[in-house]
Structure formats: C-alpha cells, structure tokens
T-cell receptor, first 114, second 114 residues
C-alpha cells in the first residue's frame, strides 16, 4: 500500500529566502508523485509532477522538486519565495499504471513573512 | 472557464438535516471524486466514480451517499447531518483514477453542522 508523509505541518520563512518542503513516500512499486498548492479559500491546483525520467522536475511559479528513489523522497524547493507563495502545499503519491487513486499528505502550511 | 464547479459554496445545517452537494465538470473526464478537508488531516477520500455508472467507497464513506448522475455530474448527499461532518468538501475530476496529469479540483463547499 502507498503512503505519504509530509514532515512539517508549518514552515515559516522570510520573503526572498529559500524554502524546502519535505515529502517522503512509501510504496513497493513504481509511483507517480505530485505537489499541489492550495491558496486561501481556493481548491487545489497542480504545481508539478514526477512520472519518470529526469529526477528534477520544474513546475509553475518557480518551484521545483527532486525525486530521490533511494530515500523515497520528493522534496519541493524554491530559491526565493514571495509573499504570494503563502499557501498550503500537498504532496501526493500514486502507484503508476493509471488505475490507482493518489494518497495525499496532510499538507504543509508555508507562511512567508515580509 | 473550463473546470469543476461546486454548489453551494457555503452551507449551515442543523443536526439531522439532509442536503446534497452538487458537482459538475466540463472537461469530459471519466472519473470524479469527493474529498473532505479537515485541519491537520489533509484530504480524505469519501467516494469516487471511476467511470459513469460506477461508484466506490473511499477512506471515510460513513454518513454519505453519492450519485453519478451522468458523465458531467457527481453529487454527494448527507442524509442526516452530524457535527462531525463539519468540513470543507472538494470535488475533483480526472481522465482516470491514476491519470498522470493529476486531478482538477473545484473551489470547495464549506459546510457547518450545528
């Protein structure tokens, strides 16, 4: 069975500082990995995804994530955050093949201070 | 704009009342889902419909029923609301449960049961 753990429930950071949001997963088979962002009072939207190939994937708004199979991690990074990046971020894992429903993490609240 | 539309956006119910949350998508997706989001719990799957004519239970189905009315519409019904069902409800859709393009989410229904 697949599972995902987001190691930090809240990450405060100052504007223009770098940030890393951590995500670890568990699965016995090949997986797809996703990061979603939820701005206040909105639904989730896809930020980026890893399906196969290059382990470094780039998404919208300057975010990127690196798939590390040996450490079963998919951490999200941004070199310089803006106030507008304040949001809830969800990691999701899904066994590859198209038939399996993703499991979502509990979310990490990124709070960017001026 | 194309996407997933949920109605209503807000609702207050008294314990024991019933209501139906509506969801419609215009992307010709095969699969649709209902999630609830609670603080610190992330997203939990209530029910899903992998294709028109099928529905299946998710992680937290008790107290809910669903209807896949047609390919576009997927409703969630609370027959006798309880305070424990106070939550934010999200509908989502995708080509298939494990589709690598990820899910498209609606903007949510904020439900309070008093």
């Amino acid at each position: 069975a697949q599972s995902v753990t987001q190691l930090d429930s809240q990450v405060p950071v100052f504007e223009e500082a770098p940030v890393e949001l951590r995500c670890n997963y568990s699965s016995s088979v090949s997986v797809y990995l996703f990061w979603y962002v939820q701005y206040p009072n909105q639904g989730l939207q896809l930020l980026l995804k890893y399906l196969s190939g290059s382990t470094l994937v780039k998404g919208i708004n300057g975010f990127e994530a690196e798939f590390n199979k040996s450490q079963t991690s998919f951490h999200l990074r941004k070199p310089s955050v803006h106030i507008s990046d304040t949001a809830e971020y969800f990691c999701a894992v899904c066994e590859s093949g198209g038939s399996y429903i993703p499991t979502f993490g509990r979310g990490t609240s990124l709070i960017v201070h001026p | 704009n194309a996407g997933v539309t949920q109605t209503p956006k807000f609702q207050v119910l008294k314990t024991g009342q019933s209501m139906t949350l509506q969801c419609a998508q215009d992307m010709n997706h095969n699969s649709m889902y209902w999630y609830r989001q609670d603080p610190g719990m992330g997203l939990r799957l209530i029910y899903y419909s992998a294709s028109e004519g099928t529905t299946d239970k998710g992680e937290v189905p008790n107290g809910y029923n669903v209807s896949r009315l047609n390919k576009r519409e997927f409703s969630l019904r609370l027959e006798s609301a309880a305070p424990s069902q106070t939550s934010v409800y999200f509908c989502a859709s995708s080509e298939a449960p494990g589709w690598p393009d990820g899910y498209t989410f609606g903007s949510g229904t904020r439900l309070t049961v008093v």
